[in-house]
T-cell receptor
Framework: DSGVTQTPKHLITATGQRVTLRCSPR?????VYWYQQSLDQGLQFLIQ???????AKGNILERFSAQQFPDLHSELNLSSLELGDSALYFC??????????????FGPGTRLTVL | GENVEQHPSTLSVQEGDSAVIKCTYS??????FPWYKQELGKRPQLIID?????GEKKDQRIAVTLNKTAKHFSLHITETQPEDSAVYFC?????????FGAGTRLTVKP
């Protein structure tokens, strides 16, 4: 157990809908990262938050948004869902501001299925 | 932005043999190179990492080498065991942006 929690574990929804994925980082970690992992594919970095502020942006679609709250938990909002958005969404956390040189601890993931 | 290529995409070895996975990166400013192991249905977990000021690092049966000039780094697993079977991801990081390779599915046959 990495100490990072994600809810829900599974989510099934329809095209065009909007969903929210939630992540709680390890105690003491200030950075939260979101990744998308499609079937048999690698990890695509979406976005990073550090202490409530957006820190880095990767391949995140405009239909997706995220935020980090004062208690450091983070939410990833996915809207106007398409079939291709079906994937495993991982949240990771680390203690520092930079992703360089610091281990990221991954949560168990949320499996999103868009029908 | 950074682009990380990883080879091979699949690798099958006999128990006890060595396995080597190679990655190349495009941004010479990248300075941190972790390797993650992801077992089926589980979360990625860090197994070893290397910083750009080091050429090689070893941890028991696992070693990583880095060639900054050529912009490539490799994971070496010796004396492979069936429990090493998993998908391995390399990554390269600069500042706050970590980019992962596409992954290598390693199968160790008993």
């Amino acid at each position: 157990d990495s100490g990072v929690t994600q809810t829900p574990k599974h989510l099934i929804t329809a095209t065009g809908q909007r969903v929210t994925l939630r992540c709680s980082p390890r105690s003491g970690d200030l950075s939260v990262y979101w990744y998308q992992q499609s079937l048999d594919q690698g990890l695509q970095f979406l976005i990073q938050y550090y202490n409530g502020e957006e820190r880095a942006k990767g391949n995140i679609l405009e239909r997706f948004s995220a935020q980090q709250f004062p208690d450091l938990h983070s939410e990833l909002n996915l809207s106007s869902l398409e079939l291709g958005d079906s994937a495993l969404y991982f949240c990771a956390s680390s203690v520092g501001r930079s992703s360089g040189g610091i281990e990221q601890f991954f949560g168990p993931g949320t499996r999103l299925t868009v029908l | 932005g950074e682009n990380v290529e990883q080879h091979p995409s699949t690798l099958s070895v006999q128990e006890g043999d060595s396995a080597v996975i190679k990655c190349t990166y495009s941004d010479s400013a990248s300075n941190y190179f972790p390797w993650y192991k992801q077992e089926l249905g589980k979360r990625p977990q860090l197994i070893i990492d290397i910083r750009s000021n080091v050429g090689e690092k070893k941890d028991q049966r696992i070693a990583v080498t880095l060639n900054k000039t050529a912009k490539h780094f490799s994971l070496h697993i010796t004396e492979t065991q069936p429990e090493d079977s998993a998908v391995y991801f390399c990554a390269a990081s600069k500042n706050n942006d970590m980019r992962f390779g596409a992954g290598t599915r390693l199968t160790v046959k008993p």
